[in-house]
């Protein structure tokens, strides 16, 4: 038992909360934008491989990856911005805006898929893994780059959860997912709150993209794989509820990682979306609030 735990069970769970806290920066993005411009993005999971394209672009002109981890959120920014401005304000204010939304994002999501098809062929990449070799914790061997990535993860999660409920910037986001006009009256700059928010989304699901690029191999429908679980994170924890988003994260990931121990894993999946339905039965609005109304 003692060497099922230390051989199996142990890097099995580690490997499932490195990929949690990928998939809850990627949920965090669309639960963010939800909450806030209540619009379900179907092209988040391009976003997510977006970064990840980045990753291995800038990477071939020698770019370090540590410099990556800053450069390639900080590029997503203003593409998150000219996409909110320029797309989803276009349609945002018509009274059909959910179902407009959801297939101007989602043909979004396809014509990025080809352009990440055309620039970097069909084949997929991998980049180098930056930290190599593995740490000794009471007789368990862990990799180090999945335990970089852990503490990583949850420092940046912390830090988005401490802008949103702690800081003036949170308070003005949560105002504008509660009472957009009640907020705009009080001199809330709306429209700017809604760029940012987009635009911040975008980041964290580019920062996935790069976090993970070293583990998983990059191809061009990456993201089309991806959101379907972060879509489910999202929807257990709650449309638009950052705790949901955390919660649900690290469960569903922890239930695939150590289901695949005993089961098929192609069973893994299966059982995550029987677990979204009978969410969806039991509890529609999932297990937390949505953003602004905690």
């Known amino acids: 038992m003692l060497d099922y735990i230390q051989f199996v069970l142990a890097p099995q769970v580690i490997t499932g909360l490195a990929l949690g806290v990928a998939v809850i920066l990627v949920a965090l993005g669309l639960t963010i934008i939800f909450g806030l411009l209540d619009v379900i993005n179907m092209a988040h999971g391009e976003f997510y491989a977006l970064g990840a394209f980045l990753a291995v672009g800038l990477g071939s002109l020698g770019l370090p990856f540590w410099l990556l981890l800053v450069l390639v959120p900080l590029l997503m920014l203003p593409i998150g911005i000219v996409i909110e401005r320029g797309l989803i304000q276009r349609v945002f204010h018509r009274r059909d805006r959910h179902v407009t939304t959801l297939l101007l994002t989602f043909g979004l999501g ?12 069909p084949n997929p990449h991998r980049p180098e893994t930056p930290i190599r070799g593995a740490i000794e914790i009471a ?29 003036r910037l949170g308070a003005m ?15 809330v700059p709306v429209q700017w709150v809604y760029a940012g928010a987009f635009a911040f989304g975008v980041a964290l699901a580019g920062l996935a993209g790069v976090l993970l690029a070293p583990i ?3 191809f061009p429908t990456m993201g089309r794989d991806f959101i379907l679980m972060a879509f489910t994170v999202v929807i257990v924890g709650g449309m638009g509820s950052i705790a949901g988003a955390v919660v649900a994260g690290l469960f569903l990931t922890q239930v695939q990682a150590i289901s695949s121990l005993y089961i098929s894993p192609v069973w893994s999946d299966p059982i995550v979306f029987a677990i979204m339905v009978l969410m969806l039965m039991v509890r529609p609005q999932g297990l937390f609030g949505r953003l602004g109304h905690a």
């Open 110 to 121: 396809l014509v990025l898929e080809d352009a990440f098809r055309l620039g970097f062929g």
């Open 139 to 167: 007789g368990i061997y862990l990799p180090t780059y999945r335990l970089f990535m852990i503490v990583t993860g949850t420092a940046i999660i912390a830090a988005v959860a401490l802008i949103v409920y702690r800081t």
């Open 173 to 187: 986001v949560r105002a504008a997912a509660f009472d957009r006009n009640m907020a705009a009256s009080l001199g």
């Open 216 to 218: 998983y191999s990059v």
